[in-house]
């Protein structure tokens, strides 16, 4: 387990990473010809390691009907939206309160699950989302005075927890996918589809590609960096780790993201890391931890020993998540495990 557990850290730092590079890119490039690039250079990447990589199982499944609209909806909010919240948020705000706001994703997360899917919000995970969300909430409060302060900040804060809002719902989503799909394909098929849907601005934003003649080489560097990097290594990195931990641990992980995001941000933009932003970052990681210990909930059709086969299980699936295919994605009779998608994108 100790070599997943530094994929995973390599991941949380390159996703750390992100609003950095973002907020020195946004000097030279606007938003969305920016995540344009990025795009690009994450498709780019991506299809040579999908098509290197022997297929894997799922590899080669065509989604149907119904998950084509689920991956629509996690591009259009994942990929889309998030980008757009997420880089005018740290645009307007800090890049270390907006590396802590972001990190509230696995908190996020738990909310839309108890909205939307019907979990239930036991203490420990309430106390946990209580502070983490007083975390985040101190920082902003007393980042009031600084040199973010104003109407420009309070509209970078409101779009950096619309960004949080839609990887929460985003990775939700991804639980709603009935077709297998290697992950490495499916950020494929999720990267090429937001860099259509960037095409046009991106197009209308930088006349069609001349405003970038100007653009310096450490930009463009930075620019195919977060496609690389962000989109490619540390979206691979997780998938890999999600194989081998429980989607807690992996969230618990997740915490470091904005950790290592403000290290980068002292070092590289030159921003002051004041006491109250460690304050704020101890509560909002104690929080996601508080919430990531928690015990999952066992299967109903596994909790009794005496129903090995999961009777209890109305549907008779046990642990494994498996449910019958309705849309015909899959071989008629056999089940098809869901399999959860994340994006790389709150952190993307």
Request: proline share 5%.
């Amino acid at each position: 387990m100790r070599a997943v557990h530094v994929k995973m850290t390599v991941a949380t730092v390159l996703l750390g990473s992100y609003l950095v590079a973002s907020k020195l890119i946004l000097r030279e490039v606007p938003v969305f010809t920016a995540t344009f690039v990025r795009l690009v250079s994450a498709v780019l990447v991506l299809a040579v390691y999908v098509r290197l990589r022997p297929p894997a199982p799922g590899g080669r499944t065509r989604p149907g009907r119904r998950d084509s609209a689920v991956l629509f909806a996690q591009t259009l909010l994942g990929v889309f939206l998030f980008s757009v919240f997420a880089m005018y948020g740290v645009k307007f705000t800090g890049a270390i309160e907006a590396g802590v706001l972001l990190g509230m994703v696995p908190i996020s997360i738990s909310l839309v699950a108890i909205v939307f899917l019907g979990e239930r919000l036991g203490g420990r995970r309430g106390l946990g989302i209580a502070l983490a969300v007083l975390g985040a909430v101190s920082i902003n409060v007393m980042s009031g005075g600084g040199r973010t302060a104003g109407a420009h900040a309070a509209l970078g804060v409101l779009l950096l927890v619309c960004s949080v809002l839609c990887e929460a719902v985003f990775v939700t989503f991804g639980k709603l996918l009935r077709t297998p799909i290697a992950p490495a394909r499916l950020s494929l098929i999720i990267s090429t589809a937001g860099a259509l849907m960037f095409l046009v601005p991106a197009g209308v934003e930088s006349h069609w590609g001349a405003a970038l003649a100007g653009v310096s080489w450490r930009t463009w560097a930075l620019m195919v960096y977060t496609g690389v990097a962000i989109n490619g290594i540390a979206v691979v990195l997780m998938y890999d780790s999600l194989d081998s931990l429980d989607t807690t641990v992996v969230a618990a992980f997740t915490a470091l993201t904005p950790v290592s995001g403000a290290v980068l941000s002292v070092l590289l933009l030159g921003e002051r890391l004041h006491a109250y932003h460690l304050v704020g970052m101890a509560l909002v990681i104690g929080g996601v931890f508080v919430v990531a210990k928690e015990k999952p909930a066992e299967s109903k059709g596994s909790a009794d020993p005496g129903d090995p086969e999961g009777r209890g299980d109305p549907k008779g699936r046990g642990e494994t998540g498996e449910h019958e295919d309705p849309e015909g994605s899959g071989e008629p009779g056999e089940p098809v495990r869901s399999h959860p998608a994340y994006s790389g994108n709150a952190v993307s």
